[in-house]
């Protein structure tokens, strides 16, 4: 089974709306951590914002929020109001154990298109 | 600016060559990742090290290895080049083994296997 699935290979949202890319995940440990991923067109990867599997609240970061299900295993990222730059692929990850004991490895969607029409 | 960088940008060369991708991780990381991206395999982990030693290893071919330095930089090494090698190589660094542990990503090294 995949461990992380992102079902949307591309999205087209108008400039300003907020966009809601999807991430579902399947782990049995009890501990882990869900990371964003943004990779413009440049090739480089840029860290968007973490979810712990105990953190009782939604994280935020700025225009980024990651709507946070544990029960469903849904890890979400909503972008609000969005801008031409935010155009790239969206990688969503995991992250299985407790951080110090050699599971620091991400395993990553496959990722998701957006791009954002003026 | 991730603050990680890595060397050289891109590298072409041909099969059965060896090559060697550099990466400096972020000042006062311990732990150095090395992932690939390719088109058919997405990004895989291929191996990480912590303050010197090896921690994790992914799914790293036997052709390829790595090291990390006292310094902390790392170095990885990919011999008997295939045209499957042809991939986007990403070095990461991370704090300590504390925290949430996010990752920042070099800019990457292209390969091209010719």
């Known amino acids: 089974a995949q461990k992380i699935t992102q079902t949307q290979p591309g999205m087209f949202v108008q400039e300003k709306e907020a966009v809601t890319l999807d991430c579902t995940y399947d782990t049995s440990d009890p501990s882990y951590g869900l990371f964003w991923y943004k990779q413009p067109s440049s090739g480089e990867m840029i860290f968007l914002i973490y979810?712990?599997?105990?953190?009782?609240q939604n994280a935020t970061e700025g225009r980024y929020s990651l709507n946070f299900q544990k029960a469903r295993k849904s890890a979400n990222l909503v972008i609000s109001a969005s801008q031409l730059g935010d155009s790239a692929m969206y990688f969503c990850a995991m992250r299985e154990g407790r951080r110090g004991f050699g599971n620091e490895k991400l395993t990553f969607g496959t990722g998701t298109r957006l791009t954002i029409i003026p | 600016d991730s603050g990680v960088t890595q060397t050289p940008k891109h590298l072409i060369t041909a099969t059965g060559q060896r090559v060697t991708l550099r990466c400096s991780p972020r000042s006062g990381d311990l732990s150095v990742y090395w992932y690939q991206q390719s088109l058919d395999q997405g990004l895989q982990f291929l191996i990480q090290y912590y303050n010197g030693e090896e921690r994790a290893k992914g799914n790293i071919l036997e052709r390829f290895s790595a090291q990390q330095f006292p310094d902390l930089h790392s170095e990885l090494n990919l011999s008997s080049l295939e045209l499957g090698d042809s991939a986007l190589y990403f070095c990461a660094s991370s704090v300590g083994t504390s925290g949430s542990g996010e990752q920042y990503f070099g800019p990457g090294t292209r390969l091209t296997v010719t």
């Open positions: 979810q712990g599997s105990y953190d009782q």
